[in-house]
């Protein structure tokens, strides 16, 4: 079993930046991989990045690359996602996710098997 809490959501202006964190707690957090997710209003949850087990390798969604960057610290078992430039579509509830056996950077949800309860970002215009 692996509990995840997210942090660091807020409400910002659209060009700022902002820093989720995503603390973990339980089994084997360093040979997982990690993702991030986001749901805004009336869509579905989409994938946003990823991260390997041993951050040899990331994946990003194409809206958020270049401007989002996934890291992990494996002794403090957290992972982050620093947000720049952002805009106001990027506003969604954010999950961290942790993979139930992979090690890789996935960018599906099926292969992640907890979830955090998310934290709320708001990017006004």
């Known amino acids: 079993q692996v509990q995840l809490v997210e942090s660091g959501g807020g409400l910002v202006q659209a060009g700022d930046s902002l820093r989720l964190s995503c603390a973990a707690s339980?089994?084997?957090?360093?040979?997982?991989?990690m993702g991030w997710f986001r749901q805004a209003p009336g869509k579905e949850r989409e994938f946003v990045a990823a991260?390997?087990?041993?951050?040899?390798?990331?994946n990003y969604a194409a809206s958020v690359k270049g401007r989002f960057t996934v890291s992990r610290d494996n002794a403090k078992n957290t992972v982050f996602l620093q947000m720049n430039s952002l805009k106001p579509e990027d506003t969604a509830v954010y999950y961290c996710?942790?993979?139930?056996?992979?090690?890789?950077?996935?960018?599906?949800?099926?292969?992640?098997?907890?979830w955090g309860q998310g934290t709320q970002v708001t990017v006004s215009s």
């Open positions: 339980g089994q084997a957090f360093s040979g997982r991989g």
């Open positions: 991260i390997s087990a041993r951050a040899l390798s990331t």
């Open positions: 996710a942790a993979a139930g056996r992979t090690p890789q950077a996935a960018g599906v949800m099926s292969a992640y098997d907890y």
